[in-house]
């Protein structure tokens, strides 16, 4: 199992950025799939999650309406569409793929650095 997120940066409060996970060794298009982002000091958090078809998604209060989710079962993709930044989504952003089963297993990527700062 692989997950490799990319699409991490310095980006200006305001602005957006467009993260992958690219997944691989898995059935993909069986797992749930999600961000999570992890800032200095601070605990792991969900970012937001997305069914294994893609019809459903959820998201954490703070980026409601900022950020979107999706997937793309053909390429093994997973991806999270952030905009309107703020300096507090400064964070390590992390994909998380769960495989179903008894029990469910879940998988990390690296992570990938998110900076929002002017």
């Known amino acids: 199992v692989q997950l490799v997120e990319s699409g991490g940066g310095l980006v200006q409060p305001g602005g957006s950025l467009r993260l992958s996970c690219a997944a691989s060794?898995?059935?993909?298009?069986?797992?749930?799939m999600s961000w999570y982002r992890q800032a200095p000091g601070k605990e792991r958090e969900l970012v937001a999650a997305i069914t294994s078809s893609g019809v459903s998604t959820g998201y954490t209060d703070p980026v409601k309406g900022r950020c979107t989710i999706s997937r793309d079962n053909v390429k093994n993709m997973v991806y999270l569409e952030m905009n309107s930044l703020k300096p507090e989504d400064t964070a390590v952003y992390y994909c998380?793929?769960?495989?179903?089963?008894?029990?469910?297993?879940?998988?990390w990527g690296q992570g990938t650095q998110v900076t929002v700062s002017s």
């Open positions: 060794g898995f059935t993909f298009s069986r797992s749930v």
């Open positions: 998380k793929a769960r495989l179903p089963g008894f029990p469910d297993v879940d998988y």
